[in-house]
C-alpha cells in the first residue's frame, strides 16, 4: 500500500509517540513471550482473561493493509505458535483471537496487533455474534462485482508471500489465477485461513454477509478454486470463531494515522 508523503510524515510522527514502539525498543518495560526479527508478543496489562497476549510485528504499522505480506505471513505464524503455547501453559482448550483494524472495528492502539485470549465456559466475555439472512440476488451480483477486482489485486500481492508460486500457465501445479499466480491442486484450511487473514475485505465480508459470500464464492474462479476441497460453513464459522465480536468498520487511512 503506497503511502502520499504527508501520510508517511503523518506515521513517522504516530511512531515516535507509540507506546507499543517504546516497548519494543526496550524503553518502557513489559513481560515478553516471544520475540524474533519481525514479531514480539507481551503480556497484556489489561488482560479481558488470564494469560491475554498481544501479538504485533515490530516495526509500526497502525493497521492490516500497510504490512507487508512476508511480516504478515511471519505475524500468523507466530499467533498461531503462541496460541498453541498459551492454552498448553494455562491447561485451557479454547482461546479467543481477534484483530481490531481501525477505530470502527474497536482498535485501540495506533500499533496493529492481534490479541489471544484464554476462554473457559461463563467467563462473561462476550461472543461475535452476526445475524445471518439470505440476500437478494441483485445484492449479491452487485457486491461480487465490486469485490472481484479488489480480490484479484490483493492475491496477487499476497499469494506469494504465502508460498505459491507465479506461472504463464497452467501446469503440474494447478490452475493459474487471472492474476498469474500458480494455485496448488488443493488448498488446506489453515491455508485457506491464512490467505482470508490476508485479505481484509475478504474476511469483513465473510464476517458481515456469510451467506452473501457463500453466495458469491461459485461466481468468482479463484473463489471457487481455493474453497473447492474444504467446507465453506465450517471455514466461515472458524473466522467469526477467531474474530473479536464487534462487527470491523469501513476503513480511512488517513484517519487511522491521525488516531492514537
Not at 500468523?76 to 491447561?91: F, N, P, S, Y
Not at 449479491?140 to 505459491?164: D, H, T, W
Not at 458469491?216 to 476441497?229: A, E, T
Request: charged content about 25%; aromatic content about 4%; glycine content about 8%.
Amino acid at each position: 500500500m503506497e503511502l502520499t508523503p504527508e501520510q508517511q510524515q503523518a506515521l513517522e510522527q504516530q511512531k515516535a509517540q507509540c507506546i507499543f514502539c517504546q516497548i519494543i525498543a526496550g524503553k518502557i518495560p513489559s513481560k515478553k513471550v516471544y520475540e524474533d526479527d519481525l514479531v514480539v508478543g507481551i503480556m497484556d496489562i489489561n488482560p479481558a482473561s488470564k494469560g491475554h497476549v498481544l501479538i504485533m510485528p515490530k516495526e509500526h504499522y497502525p493497521i492490516m493493509p500497510l504490512i507487508p505480506p512476508e511480516t504478515f505471513k511471519q505475524l500468523v505464524d507466530k499467533i498461531k505458535d503462541v496460541d498453541g503455547c498459551v492454552k498448553e501453559a494455562l491447561l485451557c482448550k479454547e482461546t479467543t483471537v481477534f484483530i481490531a483494524n481501525g477505530a470502527a472495528a474497536g482498535q485501540q492502539s495506533a500499533h496493529f496487533m492481534a490479541h489471544i485470549i484464554p476462554r473457559e465456559n461463563g467467563d462473561g466475555l462476550e461472543m461475535l455474534d452476526v445475524g445471518e439472512k439470505e440476500a437478494p440476488e441483485s445484492e449479491v451480483k452487485e457486491v461480487a462485482e465490486k469485490i472481484g477486482p479488489v480480490l484479484n489485486a490483493m492475491l496477487q500481492r499476497n499469494l506469494p508471500a504465502l508460498g505459491f508460486t507465479e506461472q504463464k500457465a497452467s501446469g503440474p501445479a494447478g490452475p493459474v489465477s487471472p492474476a498469474g499466480v500458480g494455485l496448488p491442486q488443493k488448498v488446506g484450511k489453515e491455508q485457506l485461513l491464512q490467505i482470508i487473514n490476508s485479505n481484509p475485505q475478504v474476511k469483513q465480508l465473510i464476517l458481515e454477509k456469510p451467506e452473501q459470500f457463500k453466495q458469491i464464492v461459485p461466481q468468482h474462479p479463484q473463489l471457487s478454486q481455493l474453497f473447492k476441497d474444504v467446507d465453506i460453513d465450517e471455514i466461515i464459522e472458524e473466522v467469526k470463531r477467531q474474530a473479536k465480536p464487534k462487527t470491523p468498520g469501513k476503513l480511512s487511512l488517513d484517519d487511522a494515522l491521525k488516531g492514537g
